[in-house]
């Protein structure tokens, strides 16, 4: 019995991972998410093999308190975390550095984009890695993004959204630490970018579609706008399965390699 706990899985991303991997009865899903009430999707799946446990990542007495909860279940062991969770600021991530009147608020977006999105996530790890070490598989995927590559950054000329990608770069290294440092256990640790995913629940204004088409075609001439959840889950599932640790602490897309899109 395959057993994955997946962060952020009220919506979106983490939401899609555990309906798909919760349709096959032989798994059990454990979606940690920060409030019940409001992940109303999660129960209308009314699946039995779904676990709903509460926990903020930046909260580390939350963490072990749902890692005992899981132990209960799986009898101490872990074969998937999957590290979803993640800030992404609505309001201000048109901004560049230098574009913010209040420093304070640079300052506060900042220091919360690490705290949730490098900080949370090493918490996470920490919380699950002895559940993880009796597990048969022993993969830890941390969900990053395009945007922390520095030659698609250059690429684009994207000066936007620099809180969120800093930190998503600070959490590759973190990856890569850990990676290194549980290869010889058998670990597989992996940064793994969805690609541009529409995570809105309805179709994109025609003016953000286009605008994303006409930034993002500059490196993917082809590209025609945002996947859905559907598509990107199903892609990031092939790559998680195939991963190996040979290749542990790797920085790869939905695709497996460098192309973003
Ligand atoms: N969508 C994209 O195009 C895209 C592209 C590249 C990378 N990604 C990455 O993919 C992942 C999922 O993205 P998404 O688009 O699905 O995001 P999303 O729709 O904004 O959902 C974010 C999820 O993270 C949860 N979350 C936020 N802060 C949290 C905290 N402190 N503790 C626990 N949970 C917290 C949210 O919970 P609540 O419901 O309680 O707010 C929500 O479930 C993220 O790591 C993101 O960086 C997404």
């Known amino acids: 019995m395959p057993s994955y706990v997946i962060t952020g899985a009220s919506r979106g991303i983490g939401f899609e991972f555990t309906r798909q991997l919760s349709a096959d009865l032989k798994n059990v899903v454990f979606a940690l998410v920060r409030n019940k009430s409001t992940s109303k999707q999660l129960y209308e799946l009314k699946r039995k093999n779904i ?3 509460e926990a903020d990542i930046t909260d580390k007495k939350a963490l072990i308190n749902a890692a005992q909860a899981v132990s209960k279940i799986t009898n101490g ?3 998937f975390l999957i590290n979803n969770a993640a800030w992404i600021d609505d309001q201000r991530q048109n901004l560049t550095l230098d ?5 304070d608020l ?11 999105n490098v900080v949370g996530v090493v918490h996470t790890i920490n ?26 950054t250059l690429q684009l000329g994207l000066a936007t959204s620099a809180p969120y990608s800093i930190s998503k770069v ?5 990856v890569a630490k850990y990676a290194t440092q549980y290869k010889k256990d058998g670990f597989v640790f992996l940064a793994l970018s969805p690609g541009l995913v529409n995570t809105s629940g309805g179709p994109l204004p025609e003016e953000v579609n286009k605008a994303q088409i006409a930034l993002f075609s500059q490196i993917k001439p082809d590209f025609e706008g945002a996947i859905t959840p559907e598509e990107s889950v199903k892609l990031q599932l092939e790559v ?8 542990t602490g790797a920085f ?5 390699n460098k192309e973003w899109l």
């Not at 600070?170 to 973190?174: D, F, I, P, R, S």
């Open 127 to 152: 919380a699950f890695l002895p559940l993880l070490r009796k597990g048969e598989v022993k993969k830890v995927i941390t969900l990053s993004t395009g945007l922390a590559d520095t030659e698609a």
């Open 51 to 53: 676990h709903i446990l």
């Open 240 to 247: 998680i399965n195939k991963w190996t640790v040979a290749d």
């Open 77 to 79: 062991t872990l074969d």
């Open 252 to 256: 790869v897309s939905q695709h497996g």
């Open 170 to 174: 600070a959490l590759n290294m973190a």
């Open 99 to 103: 574009a913010y009147e209040d420093q």
């Open 106 to 116: 640079l300052e506060e977006d900042l220091i919360k984009s690490f705290t949730i």
